[in-house]
């Protein structure tokens, strides 16, 4: 199994930056995808980022392009989300999840082990 602890969520003010951390324990995190997911309220969780096993291809949302930026560490068993400029259309639960080697790095059906949830609130 692999076990998914999130923190740095919080409040912030819009223009700031707050960085995501995603901890695994019970298996080392070189051979899964690795993916950030988001539910605002009233909508359906949708894809962030993702970053492949290999830390070489990485995919973002549009809505985050420019500003979000996906990446991993594998001595620290840790993947991170930094989130700059944020809007306040950015509020939502943030969700890490891995995902085995050999499935689809894009797609969200690939990702079976998910993280807590962290709330990332921005206001205006």
């Known amino acids: 199994q692999v076990h998914l602890v999130e923190s740095g969520g919080g409040l912030v003010q819009a223009g700031g930056s707050l960085r995501l951390s995603c901890t695994a324990s019970?298996?080392?995190?070189?051979?899964?995808?690795m993916g950030w997911f988001r539910q605002a309220p009233e909508n359906e969780r949708g894809i962030v980022a993702a970053?492949?096993?290999?830390?070489?291809?990485?995919h973002y949302a549009d809505s985050v392009k420019g500003r979000f930026t996906i990446s991993r560490d594998s001595a620290k068993n840790t993947t991170y989300l930094q989130m700059n400029s944020l809007k306040p259309d950015d509020t939502a639960v943030y969700y890490c999840?891995?995902?085995?080697?050999?499935?689809?790095?894009?797609?969200?059906?690939?990702?079976?082990?998910w993280g807590q949830g962290a709330q990332v609130t921005v206001s205006s």
């Open positions: 999840a891995a995902g085995p080697y050999y499935a689809d790095y894009e797609d969200p059906n690939g990702y079976g082990y």
């Open positions: 019970g298996r080392a995190l070189s051979s899964y995808h």
């Open positions: 970053i492949d096993y290999t830390g070489s291809r990485i």
